[in-house]
C-alpha cells in the first residue's frame, strides 16, 4: 500500500462506508457533451523529441553523479490526474478517465497533454497562477486596479497561446485604460495612495520575468549577493514618467527621476539604465519600451531562464532553482549547453517564446512522470539527494483552488468546464474564491515551502465545502453512486475514480468492501457520503504525487 493510501482505510474503517458502480461508468462514457477524442497524435510533443531526451539525459547524468536510482515510472492515471491538477486546478472526470481508458492508440499520454492544454479551463487556471506573480494578490486600489479586466486578458492570452514575450512586453510598456487595455493593470497594481511605487514595479519586473530578487538593494548595496542600489535605482527610473489620467496610464512626468542620497539627504538623479547586458538596453522609444525590449531580448539568456524555472515549478510544484526568483547572474553571453534551464529556454526562444510546447516538453520528460514512490524515502535514508536529484515526482501541499477544485469536480460526475451550465460554472468560481480567501492565498510566494496549518485542517475537515461536496442527492457524485450502483465491488472504484483517480488496492477492497454489504437506500447514500468526505480529508486527495 502506498504512503498516501495509507490514512485512507484507518479513516475509512471506522465510518462504516462503501463506493462503487460500473454501469454508471459506462453512461458517463456516453454522455455526449462535447467531450470530443483527442487528436490521433500528441503533435507538439512529438515535436519536442529531441529537447525531451536532452532533459531526460541531463537527468540521468544527475542521477549517476548522485549515485542514486530514479523511481519506477508512476502508472497512467496518477500522470493524468498529476496533469489535471497542474494544468486545470483540478481532477479528471469520470467521463475524462472513462474516455481516457478507452484510448488505446500509441503516444496517449502526448495526446491528452495537448487536449488539456487547449482545453479553456488550462488558459483560464493559469492566468491566475501567473496574476499572482505578474500583479500580486492583494486588492489593489478599485478605482485603477481590475483584477478581473487582467485576468481576462491574461486568459485569452494564454488561450490563443501568443508568445509570451508579446504578452510581457505589451504589461511593461503599454498605455491605456485599466478597463480598455487591461494589461496596464500590471502598472496600476503598484498604485499606492493615487501613486504608482516605482520602486515596486521594479522589483516585480524583475522578480517575476528575469527571477531574480533585486528589491533587497532599494536601500543599499546587497550585502551578500551582487546587486547594487544603483541598479536597482536605474531600473526603477525607467517606471518614473508614467503617471494616472483620466484617459488611463500615460508617459507624460517631465521632471527627471530623483532620490535623496541617505548619506548627504540630498536629491540625486537618476538615469534609467538596467543592471547587466546593458548593450541590450536599446535608445529609441520611451524608457517603459526600452526595459520591455531589454527584459525580452533574444539574447538576454535570464528571461527564458526565469520562464523555464517558474513553469518547471508550477508543474513539478518546487522550481528546478529554488527560490524561483532568486537565480544567479548571467555570467556571459554564452549558452551552456548542459544546462537544463538553457536547454529548455533555447527550444523556447527558437520557438517564439511558445509556453504550450515549453509546457508540453516538460510533461514528457522522464522526471515529470516518475512515481512519488521512492525506497530510500520510504526509509527516510537519503531524502534529501533523491529530492534535490529529482529521483522522485515531489510531494507538494496543493494550493488551496487546487483543494476546493478537486472537491467541486469530484463531487460531480460530468466535466465541469466551459461546455457546462453557466450557473455552475459561477458557482465554482465564488466557491473557489471564499474557500481560498478562508483557506489562506500565498500570493507570489506559492512556490516557496509552506507547511500546512491546524485552521486549515479544521476547514477541510469541519466546514460546509467538505460536507456540501459529500452530499448525496440525485444530482451529485455521491448521490448518483450510491443509488445506481449495482454491485459494492463497482460503488468502490467509482468512489476511488472520482475523488482519486486510481482503483482502490487490495487492502482496501478487504477492508472497506464488506462496509457495504446490505446497505440499501439512506443507509446505503449515507456510507457514500462517509467516503466521499474521508477521501476529500485525506492526504492522498491534499498533495500532489
Keep these: 500500500m502506498s504512503r498516501l493510501s495509507r490514512p485512507i482505510t484507518r479513516t475509512v474503517l471506522p465510518l462504516s462506508v462503501v463506493l462503487g458502480i460500473f454501469a454508471l461508468v459506462a453512461a458517463a462514457a456516453r454522455t455526449n457533451v462535447s467531450r470530443e477524442r483527442p487528436e490521433a497524435a500528441g503533435r507538439v510533443t512529438a515535436e519536442a523529441d529531441p529537447i525531451v531526451g536532452q532533459v531526460d539525459r541531463i537527468l540521468a547524468q544527475k542521477w549517476v553523479d548522485a549515485g542514486i536510482t530514479p523511481a519506477n515510472p508512476a502508472d497512467d492515471l496518477t500522470v493524468l490526474r498529476r496533469l489535471s491538477q497542474v494544468l486545470h486546478g483540478t ?19 502526448e495526446r491528452w497533454v495537448e487536449r488539456l492544454l487547449n482545453d479553456r479551463r488550462f488558459a483560464d487556471y493559469f492566468a491566475r497562477r501567473l496574476a499572482r506573480v505578474f500583479v500580486g494578490a492583494d486588492d489593489g486600489q478599485f478605482l485603477v486596479f481590475r483584477r478581473d479586466r487582467f485576468w481576462g486578458w491574461l486568459t485569452e492570452q494564454l488561450h490563443n497561446n501568443r508568445p509570451y514575450d508579446e504578452v510581457v512586453r505589451e504589461m511593461i510598456a503599454d498605455r491605456g485604460l485599466w478597463t480598455g487595455v487591461p494589461q496596464v493593470n ?5 498604485v499606492h495612495e493615487d501613486k504608482i511605487d516605482v520602486n515596486k514595479l521594479a522589483g516585480r519586473t524583475v522578480r517575476a520575468f528575469l527571477g531574480q530578487r533585486i528589491d533587497c538593494a532599494q536601500c543599499h548595496d546587497h550585502p551578500f549577493a551582487d546587486w547594487k542600489q544603483s541598479q536597482f535605482e536605474g531600473i526603477a527610473a525607467c ?18 527621476y530623483k532620490v535623496q542620497d541617505r548619506k548627504t539627504l540630498k536629491d540625486r538623479e537618476i538615469t534609467p539604465a538596467v543592471p547587466f547586458y546593458s548593450e541590450l538596453f536599446p535608445e529609441d522609444g520611451t524608457e517603459r519600451q526600452r526595459l520591455a525590449t531589454w527584459v525580452t531580448h533574444p539574447e538576454n539568456r535570464q528571461f527564458e531562464r526565469a520562464t523555464v524555472n517558474r513553469i518547471w515549478g508550477l508543474m513539478f510544484g518546487k522550481p528546478w532553482v529554488d527560490p524561483v526568483d532568486d537565480l544567479p547572474n548571467p555570467s556571459g553571453n ?29 510533461a514528457a520528460c522522464h522526471a515529470f512522470r516518475l512515481s512519488s514512490e521512492h525506497p530510500l524515502l520510504e526509509s527516510e535514508s537519503q531524502t534529501e539527494s533523491v529530492e534535490q536529484n529529482w529521483a522522485a515526482f515531489p510531494l507538494t501541499r496543493l494550493r488551496p483552488e487546487q483543494v476546493i477544485g478537486a472537491m467541486l469536480q469530484a463531487s460531480s460526475i460530468k466535466t465541469i468546464d466551459q461546455n457546462s451550465h453557466w450557473m455552475r460554472r459561477a458557482f465554482r468560481f465564488f466557491q473557489e474564491l471564499n474557500f481560498v480567501k478562508e483557506y489562506g492565498d500565498l500570493g507570489e510566494s506559492e512556490l516557496g515551502e509552506h507547511s500546512g496549518t491546524i485552521p486549515q485542517a479544521l476547514l477541510r475537515m469541519n466546514g460546509e465545502f467538505a460536507k456540501d461536496r459529500s452530499e448525496g442527492n440525485p444530482f451529485s457524485a455521491p448521490g448518483r453512486i450510491a443509488a445506481i450502483s449495482p454491485t459494492d465491488e463497482g460503488c468502490l472504484e467509482l468512489c476511488f475514480l472520482v475523488c482519486l483517480t ?4 487490495g487492502d482496501e477492497r478487504v477492508q472497506i468492501q464488506p462496509q457495504l454489504e446490505g446497505k440499501q437506500g439512506d443507509a446505503r447514500k449515507n456510507a457514500v457520503e462517509d467516503i466521499f468526505w474521508t477521501l476529500y480529508n485525506s492526504a492522498e486527495f491534499n498533495w500532489g504525487h
Design 502 to 505: 486510481r482503483y482502490p488496492t
Design 239 to 256: 517606471y518614473h514618467r508614467v503617471s494616472i489620467s483620466p484617459v488611463g496610464v500615460e508617459d507624460n512626468q517631465k521632471e527627471p
Design 91 to 109: 481532477v479528471p472526470s469520470l467521463e475524462e478517465i472513462r474516455l481516457f481508458e478507452s484510448d488505446l492508440q500509441p503516444r496517449r499520454m
Design 334 to 362: 554564452g549558452r551552456q549547453t548542459t544546462d537544463m534551464l538553457d536547454v529548455l529556454g533555447a527550444d523556447f526562444r527558437e520557438h517564439h517564446c511558445d509556453l504550450k510546447r515549453l509546457i508540453a516538453t516538460i
Design 186 to 190: 500590471f502598472i496600476t497594481a503598484a
